[in-house]
Structure formats: C-alpha cells, structure tokens
C-alpha cells in the first residue's frame, strides 16, 4: 500500500511553458485534492475532486487545469507556467469529502518557475 | 469565511520542555479541528482531530481540546524530544460556503519548532 504518491518531486520550468504534476493513490478514495505551500501561508487549496468524472475550483485555481478519468489519478496541469506558480505542490486524498475527514498526503513536489 | 491563526513562531526549545502553540479559529459553521505536522523533506500526517466540542485529541504524547467558547485548539505536549521538531498546522474543515468549501482543510501558518538536545 504505497498511499498518495506524487511525481515529479523536483521541477524547473521556464516562463510560459506547461507541464503535468502527477498525483496517484492505491486506498480507493473518493476525495482527491490538490494544495500549494507557500512560506507564511499555510496551504491553499486548488482544485478538489469528489469522485471520477467530478471536478471543482478551490480558492486559487487560475492557472491551473485538473481532470479525474480515474478513481486512483488526479493530474495537476500548468497550461503556462508564471513565476508567481513556484511553490510547494501537495495532494491529498480523503475516503470522501466533508467534515471530519482525515486527508493523506502525498510527499509533495517542489516547482521553481524562472 | 474561515480562517485559522496560529502562534508566531518560530519556537525553540530545549529537550524535556513543556510545548504549547496556539491556535484559534473562525468559522461559519461547526468545524471540525485537526493539527497536521510536516517533517523535514516530508508531505503532511495528521497527528490528532477533535470533531465536536469540548472533545480532545491526543497522539504520540500532543493533545489538543476543542473549546467552541473561545474557539481555540491549543497543541501542547509535556516535555518534547529533538524528533517532535517540525512545522505544525493547525486546520479545521467546515461544511458551510457550499462547493468551494467542500472538504477542504483551512490551514494556519505554520509553526516552526526546533527541539535542541
């Protein structure tokens, strides 16, 4: 049982270019999430899934796009990368949404924008 | 909407130490509260939740209750070690707000501890 997984864990982009985090989890969980970590911030939340097929915006989703074909995957995708984008990059799962859940985090990936 | 508040920190202290941080939170709803920490390199654990008041959550030696009345989740623990050092957040998630706030985790932060031997 390998948990959240997420790949890459390093990255370096270039301004304008696109690329995909990978995130994937083995538990059979319906809540899937994405955060950025940024000093001082605490995480912010990006997009969340409830299930395959059903994705909504959290409170910073500009400059990100996510789909869920699968119950296991949650890509991230930068359509055009920005400074303003590096930062810390965490999923998350949940066995499902609401209040009181534990959410399992993966190891996170490290994006520098230049 | 919700907010958490967290301790300045960061926080250094000695081996055997008493650990308190402070957390208090707003919220339009009733929360459930949590404390995740995050070692060096490492993604995020929960470490202990309260869902109601007055509840309390304890794990590995830290515990935290849930006081509605002064909306507050303090972590303490009663004498810490060099491996309890890490960044500690304090969370809570809340059903009110509709679609963009569904299962999402609010986050402090951050506290920064440093335990020295």
């Known amino acids: 049982n390998a948990g959240v997984t997420q790949t890459p864990k390093f990255q370096v982009l270039k301004t304008g270019q696109s690329m995909t985090l990978q995130c994937a989890q083995d538990?059979?969980?319906?809540?899937m999430s994405w955060y950025r970590q940024d000093p001082g911030m605490g995480l912010r939340l990006i997009h969340y899934?409830?299930?395959?097929?059903?994705?909504d915006q959290g409170e910073v989703p500009n400059g990100y796009n996510v789909s869920r074909s699968t119950t296991e995957d949650f890509p991230l995708r930068l359509l055009s990368a920005a400074p303003s984008q590096t930062s810390v990059y965490f999923c998350?799962?949940?066995?499902?949404?609401?209040?009181?859940?534990?959410?399992?985090f993966g190891p996170g990936t490290r994006l520098t924008v230049t | 909407g919700d907010s958490v508040t967290q301790m300045e920190g960061p926080v250094t202290l000695s081996e055997e130490a008493f650990l308190t941080i402070n957390c208090t939170y707003t919220?339009?709803?009733?929360?459930?509260l949590f404390w995740y920490v995050q070692y060096p390199g490492e993604g995020l654990q929960l470490l202990l939740k309260?869902?109601?008041?007055?509840d309390k959550g304890s794990n590995k030696g830290f515990e935290a209750t849930y006081r509605k009345e002064t909306t507050s989740f303090h972590l303490e623990k009663g004498s810490v070690q060099v491996s309890d050092s890490a960044v500690y957040f304090c969370a809570l998630s809340d059903l009110s707000g509709g679609g963009t706030s569904y299962g999402k985790l609010t986050f402090g932060q951050g506290t920064i501890l440093t335990v020295h031997p």
């Open positions: 899934s409830v299930g395959a097929g059903i994705t």
């Open positions: 919220a339009t709803g009733y929360p459930s």
């Open positions: 309260a869902t109601k008041a007055d």
């Open positions: 998350a799962s949940s066995p499902r949404g609401g209040v009181g859940y534990e959410q399992y």
């Open positions: 538990m059979n969980h319906e809540y």
